[in-house]
Nanobody
Framework: QVQLVESGGGLVQAGGSLRLSCAASGRTFSTYFMGWFRQAPGKEREFVADIKRNGALTYYTNYADSVKGRFTISRDNAKNTVYLQMNSLKPEDTAVYFC????????????WGQGTQVTVSS
C-alpha cells in the first residue's frame, strides 16, 4: 500500500504562510488522486483541497470555501510529492493537516498520512 508522510507544519502568526508537503512511496504516485484534510481541536475532519485529473490527464483542483483564494494544492509527480501552500493564515486554520490518496475521483480516500500540526496565533 502507498505510504504518505506529511511535513512542513509549525507555529505561525496570523497572516503568515506555510507550505505543507506530503511525500508518497512507490513509483505509482501519478496514478493517485490526492487531497488535503484537516481536523481542528474538538472538531470532525474536514475537506480542504484536492487535485484530480480527467481522461485527458489534465489536472484540476477544488477547495473548501473557507480556504479558497488562500490555499493552493499542487503536485510534483517526479518527486512523488503533493503540496499545500497556505497563505494569509487565520487562527481558525489551526488543525492537524492530513494528506490522503484515492484511486479515482469517486473513490474513498483509503490512504492517509500521520498528520502535521499547524498552529496559527493571533
Amino acid at each position: 500500500q502507498v505510504q504518505l508522510v506529511e511535513s512542513g507544519g509549525g507555529l505561525v502568526q496570523a497572516g503568515g504562510s506555510l507550505r505543507l508537503s506530503c511525500a508518497a512511496s512507490g513509483r505509482t504516485f501519478s496514478t493517485y488522486f490526492m487531497g488535503w484534510f484537516r481536523q481542528a481541536p474538538g472538531k470532525e475532519r474536514e475537506f480542504v483541497a484536492d487535485i484530480k485529473r480527467n481522461g485527458a490527464l489534465t489536472y484540476y483542483t477544488n477547495y473548501a470555501d473557507s480556504v479558497k483564494g488562500r490555499f493552493t494544492i499542487s503536485r510534483d509527480n517526479a518527486k512523488n510529492t503533493v503540496y499545500l501552500q497556505m497563505n494569509s493564515l487565520k487562527p481558525e486554520d489551526t488543525a492537524v493537516y492530513f494528506c490522503a490518496a484515492r484511486v479515482s475521483a469517486v473513490s474513498e480516500y483509503d490512504y492517509w498520512g500521520q498528520g502535521t500540526q499547524v498552529t496559527v496565533s493571533s
